[in-house]
């Protein structure tokens, strides 16, 4: 595939238990992006990777979050304890290299907590 | 820390230019702005990226002012096909974030 790939694109979970949210970037590409779009709202940014390294997660929510990314490849985005606040839809970018550059969107995962 | 606010929402007709601008009073030297078209349920999509004056490409036109504290997307003869959400994108200086506008809702009639 020549996009940003995502799974899953829905999950539903109940309040309390934990997700683990993949995204495959476009292949090449050096830096991988978290974003979060609650209902009807606008983007906000959740963290970065440039290779595997995250310079700053100071944009993550709350330390029930927390992301990875291994072999400058796939990335997961852990949210444990779920709660109903963080019912969203989950989108995650690539670029070939970090911030400036031209990011490509997956199609998001859509999350909702019971 | 960078703050970027535009209009709501914008109506037009077929055919029209349609002018979106991105206010961003606190953009530092090095940042670019990049603007991102959403439509439902998708991932937003690049459409064009400056730093200053001017820039054009097949879709769309990017003007920016020399003090960079705004920028205007421009879309000529605006389709139905347009109607989507709108977003420019910051990067945050030295905070190491990227900072989306809070987005603006072009509804295109016929």
């Known amino acids: 595939g020549a996009g940003v790939s995502q799974s899953p694109s829905n999950k539903v979970t109940e309040k309390g238990k934990d997700v683990e949210l993949r995204c495959d970037p476009i292949?090449?590409?050096?830096?991988l992006y978290w974003y979060r779009q609650s209902l009807g709202q606008g983007l906000e940014f959740l963290i970065y990777?440039?290779?595997?390294?995250?310079?700053?997660k100071s944009g993550l929510p709350s330390d029930r979050f927390s992301a990875e990314r291994t072999g400058g490849s796939v990335s997961t985005l852990t949210i444990q304890r779920t709660q109903q606040e963080d019912s969203a839809v989950y989108l995650c970018?690539?670029?070939?290299?970090?911030?400036?550059?031209?990011?490509?969107f997956g199609p998001g995962t859509r999350l909702l907590v019971l | 820390l960078a703050k970027t606010t535009q209009p709501i929402s914008m109506d037009s007709y077929e055919g029209q230019e349609v002018n979106i601008t991105c206010s961003h009073n606190?953009?530092?030297?090095?940042?670019?702005i990049t603007w991102y078209q959403q439509f439902p349920s998708q991932g937003p999509r690049f459409i064009i990226q400056?730093?200053?004056t001017k820039v054009t490409n097949e879709v769309a036109s990017l003007f920016i002012p020399a003090d960079r504290k705004s920028s205007t997307l421009s879309l000529p003869r605006v389709s139905l096909s347009d109607t989507a959400v709108y977003y420019c994108?910051?990067?945050?200086?030295?905070?190491?974030?990227?900072?989306f506008g809070t987005g603006t809702l072009l509804a295109v009639q016929p």
């Open positions: 400056g730093y200053k």
């Open positions: 994108l910051i990067y945050g200086g030295a905070t190491n974030k990227l900072i």
């Open positions: 990777f440039q290779g595997n390294s995250a310079p700053d």
């Open positions: 606190n953009i530092a030297t090095n940042d670019y």
């Open positions: 292949s090449g590409h050096t830096a």
């Open positions: 970018a690539s670029s070939f290299a970090a911030l400036q550059e031209t990011q490509y």
